[in-house]
């Protein structure tokens, strides 16, 4: 081929390109910025990436993402072990700790179900949370999906799952965002703040 | 064409069927309304926090919605809900149903032609849902869906050959697209047995209101062929299967609530 870049930086583009939210234009400006700055720079990215692939694993516990298994969360002796709080991603985790008020244990779903996508409960791993509660100990599963309708159905669909295995399912409350805008909330948000409203 | 030749916003009427993300903070939507038929735009910043929109872009929420013409994709300027169907969505089985009328609407639906036959019988069955009405009113959704689009099943008359039908057991030919007499059989290709019950059930969906059809009390079983019945005119219609039919039997599934 005449007149494209030479085949490394090509495949570079196309690589960067790959990646979500990337364009051919940033796919392009991200190359040539690679290929200004010093190697160690380079090398340092090259090998980040492989790490992440080759160092991280799957929690066999909780499904989240870890270098060592068990991860850190269900190693902690101090977390309680009778509450699981149920996310979506494993990134979902992160948010959860930063507000500081949760101290009990994970489990990541990687995933919502989604009907339209064809995105069903097999392609999340509900199995593993399902034998954790069976294995016992548990008394509180939290549902901490996004307040979405995908959200809102893979919650309910794991109710109904585990409710015949005798565990409190809930679900996190929703309201109005701090910073919030009346005038701009949608009804469900505003009604369901309402029913949740407390005394001052 | 220059801006002032034609308006640079409008206005419609909708209902969100379908959500796609698009870069850090995008989304793309697909809605359904009575004088836009279905088109897909575009809402930017719709995944923040604070954006204005997110709650009224909701899949399965009728808004009145503001858009302006964009280069490939118009983009939301202004959303309100006008229906959330909170019942709806607060309940997985009947949050099943909806997204099943929603995917065979996304699916029958040619880009921007308006159907407002289809968008009134699709508010109407959402509606219904949200007011507690039996699953089966699905089914009235899939024959009046089926008309309304161009594919009304023939009930009357054989599909075939146009003669009388016996009052009897009688098959049912999606190829055909209705009812076959015994003689036209073998050239109606595959097709399911319906009974007399069940092509009763099918004809009064077709004459009745959608309250009268919710009123109907039908056994499981009697539901279930009706359902079966209707499904296969649907995937031959459509020409493939639909993902949220999968869903709805994963619910079905499921252990009942308690």
């Known amino acids: ?200 | 064409m220059t801006l002032s030749a034609r308006a640079r916003v409008y206005k419609t009427d909708g209902v969100i069927i379908r959500r796609r993300n698009l870069g850090e903070a995008d989304s793309i939507f697909t809605v359904f309304s009575g004088d836009q038929g279905k088109f897909d735009a575009i809402a930017r910043g719709v995944r923040k926090a604070r954006s204005h929109m997110r709650g009224h872009l909701e899949p399965l929420t009728r808004s009145s919605l503001m858009l302006a013409h964009g280069r490939t994709l118009d983009v939301f300027t202004q959303a309100q809900t006008i229906h959330a169907y909170r019942a709806v969505r607060e309940d997985l089985d009947r949050t099943a149903s909806a997204l099943y009328c929603a995917e065979l609407v996304d699916q029958i639906s040619a880009e921007r032609v308006p159907n407002p036959e289809l968008f009134a019988l699709f508010v109407s069955i959402l509606d219904a849902l949200e007011g507690s009405a039996p699953a089966h009113v699905v089914q009235y959704f899939e024959l009046r869906l089926l008309a309304a689009s161009g594919y009304e099943i023939q009930l009357d008359r054989c599909a075939v050959c146009d003669g009388r039908l016996a009052e009897e057991e009688t098959v049912l030919s999606p190829a055909a697209g209705g009812l076959v007499c015994r003689g036209c059989r073998p050239a109606a290709g595959q097709g399911r047995i319906i009974s007399v019950r069940g092509i009763k059930v099918l004809r009064f969906a077709r004459g009745a209101t959608l309250e009268a059809f919710a009123g109907l009390r039908m056994d499981a079983g009697l539901a279930r062929e009706v359902q079966a019945a209707l499904s296969s005119v649907v995937v031959h219609t459509l020409e493939r299967e639909l993902n949220t039919e999968r869903h709805l039997a994963d619910v079905a599934r499921l252990p009942a609530r308690d």
């Open chain 1, 1 to 200: 081929m005449t007149g494209g870049p030479p085949e490394p930086i090509a495949r570079l583009i196309e690589s960067f390109n790959r990646l979500p939210g990337i364009g051919p234009k940033s796919a392009q400006r991200l190359a040539y910025h690679i290929l200004r700055v010093p190697e160690h720079e380079a090398a340092a990215l090259a090998n980040a990436i492989l790490d992440v692939k080759q160092r991280i694993v799957l929690c066999s516990v909780c499904m989240n993402i870890t270098e060592s298994d068990p991860c850190s969360y269900c190693q902690d002796p101090r977390r309680d072990g009778s509450i699981i709080c149920v996310v979506e991603q494993a990134l979902d985790i992160l948010a959860v700790e930063r507000a500081g008020a949760f101290r009990g244990r994970y489990h990541v779903l990687h995933g919502v179900i989604n009907p339209m996508d064809g995105i069903g409960p097999e392609h999340l791993r509900l199995r593993e949370l399902i034998e954790r509660v069976r294995a016992g100990g548990v008394e509180e599963v939290i549902m901490a999906t996004n307040p979405s309708l995908e959200g809102e159905a893979t919650a309910m669909y794991v109710q109904r799952l585990l409710g015949p295995l005798g565990v409190k399912v809930t679900r996190l409350a929703r309201g109005l965002p701090s910073g919030a805008d009346l005038e701009y909330t949608d009804d469900v948000t505003l009604a369901r703040a309402l029913e949740g409203r407390q005394e001052m």
